[in-house]
């Protein structure tokens, strides 16, 4: 019976459905690094601040964010609002999935810019001082451009990692690429669907790999 | 007339006292060089004129502009933002690492401050980077990035980024110090070259022999203080000061050893 499932697979039909469960994973993928890159310049900023409060609560931030598995946080934002907060219904699922992914990925990505700007010698910012830069000047003409370069490979690899995290978003049922390829592997009483999903994943994250390996490369005109 | 005038200036790392009561002036298109052993405040003493460490107390006064304007507490209170702006671009500095930016060619290094700090048209800026890349002896370089430069190349690109912003007055914070013997005369003769157009300069050096020939004035300093201060002839020569001969024998010694 199983194998009969096997054989019998309509890929004409599962590849529909898929593609359409692939694209609330890419839809995730895309919001989530929209919102978290930025995010995490802003919180690695914010953890280099001279106050010590605001150091204290990032800190804090990034440890719950790093030290708590994501499929509970994502639980947490969707299941809080109700549950602990009184709230009269639960926020959109998608949207759930979104805060819980961009805040997550925003502390990784916090700690690789705060590696990346302390990675970029004194002596540019004082040459920049000393010619006069303002502030905004030397970050956006001096130290981004360095950073970038430094954290490039770190971010590809957290941006892989995003890619294939997306499928925990089937914990609160949103139906993205996994969660739609277990349905049919049950309803059709095959792994089949799941290894489909699997090429989906390897495929896009090729794609990833390639993109990255290209900005390396433009980059690499200096050293 | 006096392009800069320190007075009294002291730099304290909390209790520790790396400058104590520092006094000197500089002409205008005079050379003076600063010497001593490491660890004497040279460095410190420069990167406080030059606004990049805070001084404790005293008073810096460049091109006739305050830096200092008071003591609050027992700390320096410094002029307005507007004030400081203004000495800064009367100033330019030559670091020991040369601080290139690594990821512009070396024509943006030395257009990028007079275009968006200045805002000089960018073919103007170009125009006057590559007088100074000739100069330099560089013009060939202008489309290459540091990286691919030798360390007297990279020094003699940053003189080249420092002068493009006319300063009044340029200051040397050991030039050649990360350079090799042989590459240390390519920038020693740039300095020169800009001591005989009357660039009025400081330089904190190692190089004795070069202290001595390019300079008007010499200052030794040791221990946070200036020990002495008189002309090449008279500090290299016949100095009377204890402490000056044996900084001065210790390092004719050193040089004679590593010769052999």
């Known amino acids: ?223 | 007339m006096a392009m800069l005038e320190v007075r009294n200036l002291r730099k304290c790392y909390g209790d520790l006292e790396v400058i104590s009561d520092i006094s000197f002036d500089v002409n205008e298109g005079e050379v003076l060089s600063v010497i001593g052993p490491s660890g004497s405040g040279k460095s410190t003493m420069l990167r406080c004129i030059n606004q990049l460490e805070r001084i404790t107390s005293g008073t810096v006064c460049v091109c006739g502009e305050n830096m200092i304007t008071g003591e609050k507490n027992g700390e320096a209170v410094y002029a307005s933002a507007d004030v400081l702006k203004k000495i800064r671009r009367n100033v330019g500095l030559v670091f020991q690492n040369f601080n290139l930016f690594p990821h512009f060619s070396v024509l943006r290094n030395i257009t990028e401050a007079p275009v968006s700090v200045l805002k000089i048209p960018r073919e103007k800026a170009e125009e006057k980077a590559m007088e100074l890349l000739g100069k330099m002896g560089l013009a060939d370089k202008a489309k290459s990035y540091p990286c691919e430069l030798s360390g007297g190349q990279q020094q003699r690109v940053s003189i080249a980024r420092a002068l493009a912003l006319s300063p009044q007055m340029l200051f040397f914070d050991e030039p050649t110090s990360a350079l090799d013997p042989e590459l240390t005369g390519e920038i020693l003769a740039v300095i020169k070259e800009l001591a005989a157009e009357k660039m009025t300069m400081v330089i904190v050096t190692h190089e004795m022999a070069f202290a001595r020939d390019v300079s008007d004035r010499v200052i030794f300093m040791d221990g946070g203080v200036i020990v002495e201060e008189g002309a090449p002839s008279e500090l290299f020569g016949n100095t009377k000061n204890e402490r000056t001969k044996q900084f001065l024998k210790r390092y004719s010694e050193n040089t004679f050893k590593e010769d052999k």
Not at chain 1, 17 to 32: D, H, R, W, Y
Not at chain 1, 68 to 83: D, G, R, V
Not at chain 1, 89 to 114: L, T
Request: aromatic share 14%; net charge positive.
């Open chain 1, 1 to 223: 019976m199983y194998l009969k499932g096997a054989i019998n697979l309509d890929l004409t039909k599962l590849l529909p459905i898929l593609a359409e469960g692939f694209l609330v994973s890419i839809k995730i993928f895309g919001l989530t690094l929209l919102f978290s890159i930025p995010l995490g310049f802003v919180v690695s900023a914010l953890k280099m601040c001279k106050i010590p409060p605001i150091r204290w609560i990032i800190n804090a931030y990034i440890l719950i964010m790093r030290g708590t598995p994501l499929i509970l946080q994502i639980m947490f934002i969707y299941f809080a609002p109700t549950m602990l907060f009184k709230a009269d219904a639960p926020p959109d699922r998608f949207w759930a999935v979104i805060v819980a992914f961009s805040i997550n990925y925003a502390a990784y990505f916090a700690e690789i810019f705060r590696g990346g700007i302390q990675a970029v010698p004194k002596g540019q910012f004082e040459a920049a001082q000393i010619l006069g830069f303002s502030k905004m000047q030397t970050f956006f003409k001096i130290t981004l451009p360095q950073v970038i370069k430094t954290v490039l490979p770190s971010i590809g690899n957290e941006v892989i990692t995003l890619v294939k995290d997306t499928s925990l978003a089937q914990v609160i049922a949103v139906s993205e690429l996994f969660a739609l390829a277990k349905k049919q592997a049950s309803t059709q009483f095959s792994v089949m669907p799941l290894f489909v999903a699997g090429v989906f994943y390897f495929v896009f994250n090729w794609l990833v790999t390639v993109l990255f390996d290209l900005g390396e490369k433009k980059l690499s005109y200096y050293k």
